[in-house]
């Protein structure tokens, strides 16, 4: 199994980043792909950015595409989501999440291990 904890969301302006932070213990992290998702209320969860277990392979939605990066650090089992020029459409509970599939599926079903997620609220 893997445990994850999610870490670094806030209160941010339109326009202002934040980092959140992935972090593992359990089996080997770099076993996983990894997978960000994200849900507001009254919204189903949806996909927000993917990574492969070496790095090499990144998604976006169409959404998130030139303002969001998706990296991962093995060494310290710990998945980062670089957001930048936020927008209040941004403003939801972020979820990561691991799957042990070869391929970078975008789909909710296809990850197996899920943190309990972090707010984020983009506001003036």
């Known amino acids: 199994q893997v445990q994850l904890v999610e870490s670094g969301g806030g209160l941010v302006q339109p326009g202002g980043s934040l980092r959140l932070s992935c972090a593992a213990s359990?089996?080997?992290?770099?076993?996983?792909?990894i997978g960000w998702f994200r849900q507001a209320p009254g919204k189903e969860r949806e996909f927000v950015a993917a990574?492969?277990?070496?790095?090499?392979?990144?998604l976006y939605a169409d959404s998130v595409k030139g303002r969001f990066t998706i990296s991962r650090d093995n060494a310290k089992n710990t998945m980062y989501l670089q957001m930048n020029s936020l927008k209040p459409e941004d403003t939801a509970v972020y979820y990561c999440?691991?799957?042990?599939?070869?391929?970078?599926?975008?789909?909710?079903?296809?990850?197996?291990?899920w943190g309990q997620g972090t707010q984020v609220t983009v506001s003036s």
């Open positions: 359990g089996r080997t992290f770099s076993s996983y792909n």
């Open positions: 999440a691991a799957s042990g599939f070869t391929v970078v599926f975008t789909t909710t079903s296809r990850y197996d291990y």
């Open positions: 990574i492969s277990r070496s790095g090499a392979t990144t």
